[in-house]
């Protein structure tokens, strides 16, 4: 039998961010599913055949300027058409890291996926403000909870 494939395309330029990026990992791969294989991908090299060999996709972006990271927008651009006749109602999941509100983030990020026909499978996840220590264990449990739900078939 195949594993399914949860796919984690992360922008994470500072030091903080990459923490938020290493606990949503540790969270998917804590549980040791059998079933479940976790593969992670900076958005600037994730592509479109790791979209398409995915089950499952969680998107982690920066917040700038009030839209998504440059490095999830060339993410987007370099697989929407490749992949959009091929992953209709894909689940993903959304975690962005924000300085603000986020929601010009959820936004931009939602309007592709959107025109993908992608599935969100929770609320987006919007660590909102300065960097709490809270924010690690926050995205250990999103990782965590998309994985074990993509090992249940629930997505």
């Known amino acids: 039998m195949t594993k399914k494939r949860l796919?984690?395309?992360a922008h994470a330029p500072s030091p903080n961010t990459r923490l938020l990026r290493d606990a949503v990992i540790r969270g998917a791969e804590q549980l040791e599913l059998d079933e479940v294989e976790i593969v992670a991908r900076a958005a600037l090299d994730a592509g479109p055949d790791d979209v398409m060999a995915a089950q499952a996709v969680i998107l982690f972006t920066t917040e700038n300027l009030g839209y998504m990271s440059g490095g999830m927008k060339d993410f987007f651009d370099r697989t929407y058409y490749p992949c959009l006749e091929h992953t209709q109602g894909l689940p993903y999941a959304l975690l962005i890291r924000a300085g603000h509100d986020g929601t010009g983030t959820r936004r931009a990020v939602e309007t592709i996926v959107t025109g993908l026909r992608w599935r969100a499978v929770?609320?987006?996840l919007v660590c909102r403000g300065d960097f709490q220590q809270a924010?690690?264990?926050?995205?250990?449990?999103?990782g965590a909870t998309i994985a074990a739900s993509l090992d249940a078939g629930i997505i």
């Open 122 to 124: 929770r609320d987006p």
């Open 7 to 9: 796919l984690i395309v």
């Open 135 to 142: 924010f690690v264990e926050l995205c250990e449990e999103f």
